[in-house]
Nanobody, 130 residues
Framework: QVQLVESGGGLVQAGGSLRLSCAAS????????MAWFRQAPGKDREFVAA?????????????DYADSVRGRFTISGDNAGNTVYLQMNNLKPEDAAVYYC??????????????????WGQGTQVAVSS
């Protein structure tokens, strides 16, 4: 099992930036795909961004971003394959949600669903004031 811990959430004004981190521990060799999802009150959990771990390097997932965040958000990982980041720029009020990172035992090569992921973090709150 992979343990995931998110951090970096907070309150930011519209147009501002935040950087979320997701630290993985445990049996990390068992995961291949990492993703960020978000869930706003009263809404379903939705895909935000994804990236694949190829054991020595990160590669693009397909899809890599939801259309709503493409061009504003960037997903990346550290060289050791233990931490995934989500750089969020030009934040909008509609980006406000609890953001979750998730690990999947497969490469992400199609639109990921929450059910594809075996491990989840506890979430970090992002609030955007207008």
């Amino acid at each position: 099992q992979v343990q995931l811990v998110e951090s970096g959430g907070g309150l930011v004004q519209a147009g501002g930036s935040l950087r979320l981190s997701c630290a993985a521990s445990g049996r990390t060799f068992r995961f291949y795909g990492m993703a960020w999802f978000r869930q706003a009150p009263g809404k379903d959990r939705e895909f935000v961004a994804a990236i694949n771990w190829r054991f020595i390097y990160w590669s693009n997932a397909s899809p890599d971003y939801a259309d709503s965040v493409r061009g504003r958000f960037t997903i990346s990982g550290d060289n050791a394959g233990n931490t995934v980041y989500l750089q969020m720029n030009n934040l909008k009020p509609e980006d406000a949600a609890v953001y979750y990172c998730a690990a999947a035992p497969r490469y992400i090569d199609s639109i990921p669903k929450p059910s594809d992921f075996a491990s989840w973090g506890q979430g970090t709150q992002v609030a955007v004031s207008s």
